[in-house]
């Protein structure tokens, strides 16, 4: 088992920046993938980014691409999510994730371990 906990979120004025962090702890060798997915009210939990374990490649929502970035620490078993420019539609909980294998990146059904995610609330 795989247990992810999330920090960094809060509130935040339009145009602010966020730092989220995401530490692992349990059977880290069995990830390969980490990602961070985010649900606002109402609607469906999506793809926001992804990266392997050993940082070698990044994935993102098209639409996060230039504002959002993804990076890793593997000695500290962590996973960042640096987000900028931050609108009041980025409001969401945001959740951490991690896979087994390396398919299905932007599929949150395909994630095997889930965080409790943590709240961000954009102000306008």
């Known amino acids: 088992q795989v247990q992810l906990v999330e920090s960094g979120g809060g509130l935040v004025q339009a145009g602010g920046s966020l730092r989220l962090s995401c530490a692992a702890s349990?059977?880290?060798?069995?990830?390969?993938?980490m990602g961070w997915f985010r649900q606002a009210p109402g609607k469906e939990r999506e793809f926001v980014a992804a990266i392997n374990w050993r940082a070698t490649n990044t994935y993102y929502k098209e639409s996060m691409k230039g504002r959002f970035t993804i990076s890793s620490d593997n000695a500290k078993n962590t996973v960042y999510l640096q987000m900028s420019s931050l609108k009041p539609e980025d409001t969401a909980v945001y959740y951490c994730?991690?896979?087994?294998?390396?398919?299905?990146?932007?599929?949150?059904?395909?994630?095997?371990?889930w965080g409790q995610g943590t709240q961000i609330t954009v102000s306008s």
């Open positions: 349990g059977r880290t060798s069995s990830i390969y993938i």
């Open positions: 994730a991690a896979k087994r294998t390396g398919a299905s990146i932007d599929d949150r059904v395909a994630y095997d371990f």
